[in-house]
T-cell receptor, first 117, second 114 residues
Framework: AQTVTQSQPEMSVQEAETVTLSCTYD???????LFWYKQPPSRQMILVIR??????QNATENRFSVNFQKAAKSFSLKISDSQLGDTAMYFC??????????????FGQGTRLTINP | DAGITQSPRHKVTETGTPVTLRCHQT?????MYWYRQDPGHGLRLIHY???????DKGEVSDGYSVSRSKTEDFLLTLESATSSQTSVYFC?????????????FGDGTRLSIL
């Protein structure tokens, strides 16, 4: 079974700094998708960024970028120029199983990120 | 924002009582999912639906049942609630199998079983 591991339960940085959240996963598949979701105190689950495994170029969305290392099965999230609104729980998620056409997501345990003023 | 409404937002009930959570979508998406979120576990899939009256089990389905009688509604039922089912429950929807059309989530239901 696929597993997703986030080894940093909590992180804290100062506003405007750059922070990197780690995620590793285990799979024997060659093609799959990886996601980062953000969960602020409001409890919403918000998609931050996604990466398709066969694409070698790292995905970027404004201040958010990933470092995807397929051989190492690593998918880290970098947040540049961090803002107070980035304070949230961040979940890494993996998808390759397609069951009856449905997407099967496996989530990591989450990293609680605090941005300090 | 994806049109997903979960009800109720909060519920407190007693052990042994039946509980039904509702997920309503206005996006006409084919696929719907129920997850539970617990500290240290992230989100785990309970059940999912791939069409009207088509459902299947996820990773943590014991003690839960689901029903989908129309495209827009996906119900999660705890037949006899236990304290171990105290959790935050999320509904999600997706349009297809394609990961480039990822899942979108509702705002969650906080359920406490006393």
């Amino acid at each position: 079974a696929q597993t997703v591991t986030q080894s940093q339960p909590e992180m804290s940085v100062q506003e405007a700094e750059t922070v990197t959240l780690s995620c590793t996963y285990d799979t024997s598949e060659n093609n799959y998708y990886l996601f980062w979701y953000k969960q602020p105190p409001s409890r919403q689950m918000i998609l931050v960024i996604r990466q398709e495994a066969y694409k070698q170029q790292n995905a970027t969305e404004n201040r958010f970028s990933v470092n995807f290392q397929k051989a190492a099965k690593s998918f880290s999230l970098k947040i540049s120029d961090s803002q107070l609104g980035d304070t949230a729980m961040y979940f890494c998620a993996f998808m390759n199983d397609i069951i009856q056409g449905a997407q099967k997501l496996v989530f990591g345990q989450g990293t609680r990120l605090t941005i300090n003023p | 924002d994806a049109g997903i409404t979960q009800s109720p937002r909060h519920k407190v009930t007693e052990t042994g009582t039946p509980v039904t959570l509702r997920c309503h979508q206005t996006e006409n998406h084919r696929y719907m999912y129920w997850y539970r979120q617990d500290p240290g576990h992230g989100l785990r899939l309970i059940h999912y639906s791939y069409g009207v009256k088509d459902t299947d089990k996820g990773e943590v389905s014991d003690g839960y049942s689901v029903s989908r009688s129309k495209t827009e509604d996906f119900l999660l039922t705890l037949e006899s609630a236990t304290s171990s089912q105290t959790s935050v429950y999320f509904c999600a929807i997706s349009e297809s199998w394609d990961g480039n059309q990822p899942q979108h989530f509702g705002d969650g239901t906080r359920l406490s079983i006393l």
